[in-house]
C-alpha cells in the first residue's frame, strides 16, 4: 500500500512537467497552423516568426517556460491580427 501511495504522489508531481511540454509543443503547432490560415502583413509576420524561432530554441534547452510564454504571445498576436479582419 505505501507502494502505491508513492507511486501516485510522484505521478502528481511529474505531471505538471508533461503537461509544460505538450502546452509548448501543441503551441508551435498552433502558430503553425494558424500562420498558413491568417492574412498578415509583413512586420506582423516577421514578429510571430521571431518568437516561433526563439519558442524553438527554448524548447531544445530545455527551457519550458521560455516556451510556453513566447508561444503565447505569438498566438496572442495572431489572434489579435484575425480578430481586427
Same mark, same amino acid.
Given at each position: 500500500?505505501?507502494? $502505491? &501511495?508513492? *507511486?501516485?504522489? @510522484?505521478?502528481?508531481? =511529474?505531471?505538471? $512537467? *508533461? =503537461? !509544460?511540454?505538450?502546452?509548448?509543443?501543441?503551441?508551435?503547432? #498552433?502558430?503553425?497552423? $494558424?500562420?498558413?490560415?491568417?492574412?498578415? &502583413?509583413?512586420?506582423?509576420? &516577421?514578429? %510571430?516568426?521571431?518568437?516561433?524561432?526563439?519558442?524553438?530554441? !527554448?524548447?531544445? !534547452?530545455?527551457? #519550458?517556460?521560455?516556451? %510556453? =510564454?513566447?508561444?503565447?504571445? @505569438?498566438?496572442?498576436?495572431?489572434?489579435?491580427?484575425?480578430?481586427?479582419?
Amino acid at each position: 500500500m505505501k507502494r $502505491l &501511495g508513492l *507511486f501516485i504522489v @510522484a505521478f502528481v508531481i =511529474a505531471s505538471p $512537467l *508533461f =503537461a !509544460a511540454e505538450d502546452l509548448c509543443a501543441v503551441n508551435l503547432q #498552433k502558430i503553425s497552423d $494558424l500562420k498558413q490560415t491568417a492574412v498578415m &502583413g509583413q512586420p506582423q509576420l &516577421g514578429q %510571430i516568426q521571431q518568437d516561433r524561432m526563439e519558442a524553438e530554441k !527554448a524548447q531544445k !534547452a530545455g527551457d #519550458k517556460e521560455k516556451c %510556453i =510564454a513566447l508561444t503565447n504571445r @505569438a498566438l496572442k498576436k495572431i489572434k489579435d491580427i484575425q480578430s481586427r479582419n
